[in-house]
C-alpha cells in the first residue's frame, strides 16, 4: 500500500456550475478521502506563485485571470496512489481529450475552463498543500 496524499482545486467554471458535490461524489466513489477542504477566492498573485512554473507560457496570464475570477474549493485527497490516481480520474487536461467518465471529460468546458486542478507528483503535493493548507487544517 502507497498511500499518499494530493492537492485537489475545483476550478471556478465548476463552482460555477454548482457542481462541486457531483466532483466530491466522483472522487469518493474511486476511493479517495476528502481529509481537508474550503473555499475561497484566490486573488492574482496566489494564483501567480501557485503557477508559476507555468510563467513562460503564452498562457498564463489567462490562466492566473480565470483562477482568480470566482470561488474555487481547495481540498486534501488521500488514499492509495493519490497522485495519479486522481490525475487518472481528471482526465487529460483537453477536456475534449479527456477518457470518457473522467472528471475533465464529464464537466470541463475548454482546455482552460478544465473543472479541476490535481497534483502531477508527490513532490508537488507536499508543496502545493502547505500553499493552502496548515498542517493543523489537514485531518487524515
Ligand atoms: P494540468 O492541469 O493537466 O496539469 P498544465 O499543463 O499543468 O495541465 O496546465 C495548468 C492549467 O493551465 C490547465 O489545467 C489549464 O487550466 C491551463 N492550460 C493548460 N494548457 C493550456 C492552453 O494551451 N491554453 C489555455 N489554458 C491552458
Ligand atoms: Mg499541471
Known amino acids: 500500500m502507497d498511500i499518499q496524499r494530493t492537492l485537489s482545486i475545483i476550478k471556478p467554471d465548476a463552482t460555477a456550475k454548482n457542481i462541486t458535490g457531483a466532483i466530491n461524489a466522483d472522487i469518493e466513489a474511486h476511493g479517495l478521502r476528502i ?3 474550503k473555499r475561497i477566492i484566490l486573488a492574482k498573485n496566489q494564483a501567480e506563485r501557485f503557477y508559476g512554473v507555468h510563467s513562460d507560457k503564452p498562457f498564463f496570464q489567462s490562466l492566473v485571470n480565470y483562477m482568480s475570477s470566482g ?3 481547495v481540498q486534501v485527497l488521500e488514499g492509495e496512489n493519490a497522485v495519479g490516481n486522481y490525475r487518472d480520474i ?3 487536461t483537453d477536456p475534449a481529450k479527456a477518457e470518457l467518465n473522467t472528471i475533465r471529460q464529464k464537466f470541463g468546458s475548454s482546455i482552460e ?7 502531477d507528483s508527490t513532490e508537488n503535493a507536499n508543496r502545493e498543500i502547505s500553499f493552502f493548507f496548515a498542517s493543523t487544517e489537514i485531518t487524515g
Open 113 to 119: 475552463n478544465n473543472a479541476v486542478h490535481g497534483s
Open 35 to 37: 481529509i481537508a477542504q
Open 71 to 73: 470561488p474555487v474549493v
Open 90 to 92: 481528471m482526465g487529460a
